[in-house]
């Protein structure tokens, strides 16, 4: 039997998250008994604990039970390194992570499961390509002070930008982002998917992230993305867009206007979101990598 401790409200659709995703695929895939805290797991079991859960409470409990921890996206708190070290196991979702994890706190047992996406038909997209979206939490760490910015550069041109995701995290920063990109908050999987499907272009100005899973849903669906080259971006994006620098309005709104202005431009990423479509893994790759990460600790 294999534990699962995973955040409160993993289920809630006000606040839905790459990291929420992740831990309900695996958990459903892999049969795993879910709890809120290592508490009630047995001695000596397995158990895969969201980096998001774990504290330095966790070191008593490592040695305790068999413990490897999730890491969604880095801490960088005091304690983390010395958690991390003490587990029997880590697994990460980008190579970004591992890298970074492995550098810092010298550890070497640190395996990889990128995040899975499910197959999706492929997006018509417009003639003009006006459609622009924009998929994650209305927070500074998402970057949408930077789209707007980016956005009001094109007030030349044609297009429209939608932003879908919760204006609860950071509910102040959400109510400063300018009307040039129109909150849409959470959708369900049905809604999201339509939307997914009337787009032409992701646009990604995070400032930090682990690996961008709407990155693939993106190119799932054939739909080009440019993004900020961060974190684990590059690797979810291959060949499938175009990275800028993060932070970046100017450079941003540059990548924007070619898009909107050059139709074989347009063209090419399309080509290149489609090929980059036929490479990407489903989330029983996710869940066999995560099985083997649980398995070299019984």
Same mark, same amino acid.
């Given at each position: 039997?294999?534990h699962?401790?995973?955040?409160a ?7 839905p998250s790459? /990291?929420?995703v992740?831990d ?16 009630p797991v047995? +001695?000596g079991?397995?158990? %895969?604990?969201d980096g998001?859960?774990?504290?330095? #409470?966790?070191?008593s409990?490592a ?5 490897v921890v ?13 958690v991390l ?5 880590v ?11 492995a550098?810092r706190?010298?550890l +070497?047992?640190?395996?990889?499961a990128?995040?899975?996406?499910d ?6 997209g ?8 924009s ?5 500074a760490?998402k970057?949408y ?5 980016a956005l009001r550069?094109?007030?030349? %041109? #044609?297009?429209s ?7 609860e995290?950071?509910?102040?920063f959400?109510a400063t ?19 997914y499907a009337e ?10 992230e ?11 669906r ?23 620098p993060?932070?970046?309005?100017v450079?941003l709104s ?26 990407l893994? /489903?989330?029983e790759?996710?869940?066999?990598r995560?099985s083997?990460?649980l398995?070299a600790?019984?």
């Amino acid at each position: 039997m294999i534990h699962l401790v995973r955040p409160a409200g993993v289920d809630d659709p006000r606040r839905p998250s790459g /990291g929420n995703v992740y831990d309900r695929r695996i958990a459903s895939a892999l049969g795993m008994v879910e709890h809120a805290s290592t508490a009630p797991v047995p +001695d000596g079991a397995v158990v %895969l604990v969201d980096g998001l859960c774990s504290s330095p #409470a966790l070191l008593s409990e490592a040695s305790r039970l068999r413990v490897v921890v999730l890491v969604h996206m880095p801490r960088w708190e005091w304690w983390e390194g010395p958690v991390l070290q003490a587990a029997a196991g880590v697994v990460t979702t980008s190579r970004w992570s591992r890298d970074v994890l492995a550098s810092r706190y010298g550890l +070497d047992r640190v395996a990889v499961a990128e995040p899975g996406v499910d197959p999706a038909p492929v997006a018509a997209g417009s003639p003009s390509g006006g459609a622009l979206l924009s998929v994650g939490a209305v927070t500074a760490s998402k970057g949408y002070d930077v789209l707007a910015a980016a956005l009001r550069l094109l007030d030349d %041109l #044609a297009w429209s930008c939608r932003g879908v995701g919760s204006t609860e995290v950071e509910p102040a920063f959400a109510a400063t982002v300018p009307p040039v990109v129109r909150l849409s908050g959470p959708m369900t999987r049905t809604e999201l998917d339509a939307t997914y499907a009337e787009a032409d272009l992701l646009v990604l100005a995070s400032r930090a992230e682990t690996y961008g899973m709407v990155v693939t849903e993106a190119l799932a669906r054939g739909v080009p993305v440019v993004a900020s080259d961060v974190g684990g971006v590059r690797e979810a994006l291959g060949d499938g867009g175009v990275l800028v620098p993060p932070g970046d309005a100017v450079a941003l709104s540059a990548a924007l206007r070619t898009w909107l202005t050059s139709p074989a431009y347009r063209d090419s990423l399309r080509r290149a979101a489609r090929r980059r479509r036929e490479t990407l893994t /489903g989330w029983e790759h996710t869940a066999e990598r995560v099985s083997e990460a649980l398995e070299a600790v019984r």
